[in-house]
Nanobody, 118 residues
Framework: QVQVVESGGGLVQAGGSLRLSCAAS????????MGWYRQAPGKQRELVAA???????NYADSVKGRFGISRDNAKNTVYLQMNSLKPEDTAVYYC????????????WGQGTQVTVSS
């Protein structure tokens, strides 16, 4: 079994910053990619940012230049630094972890709410 736990969400004013953390634990020998997705009310879940085990990152156009993703492979943890937040960033943010060993699988966290007030 693999557990994925996010933390760090909350309420912030527009222009502020938040840092999300996501830790994976359990039956893990190797992780490929770790990423953040978000889902706003009435909208589909979308990719925010993802990072491979080698450190290659990609971002949604809407967050480029404002958000930064990083990971600590030794701790199976991924972070999302969110700066210059906008009201349209309000959503539930989910962490996705793609494990490759001992068996391939994609695992999601329970989500953490980020609310940006104007």
């Amino acid at each position: 079994q693999v557990q994925v736990v996010e933390s760090g969400g909350g309420l912030v004013q527009a222009g502020g910053s938040l840092r999300l953390s996501c830790a994976a634990s359990g039956s893990i020998l190797s992780i490929n990619s770790m990423g953040w997705y978000r889902q706003a009310p009435g909208k589909q879940r979308e990719l925010v940012a993802a990072i491979t085990s080698g450190g290659s990152a990609n971002y949604a156009d809407s967050v480029k230049g404002r958000f930064g993703i990083s990971r600590d492979n030794a701790k199976n943890t991924v972070y999302l630094q969110m700066n210059s937040l906008k009201p349209e960033d309000t959503a539930v943010y989910y962490c996705k972890v793609v494990v490759t060993r001992p068996r391939i699988g994609a695992y999601w966290g329970q989500g953490t709410q980020v609310t940006v007030s104007s």
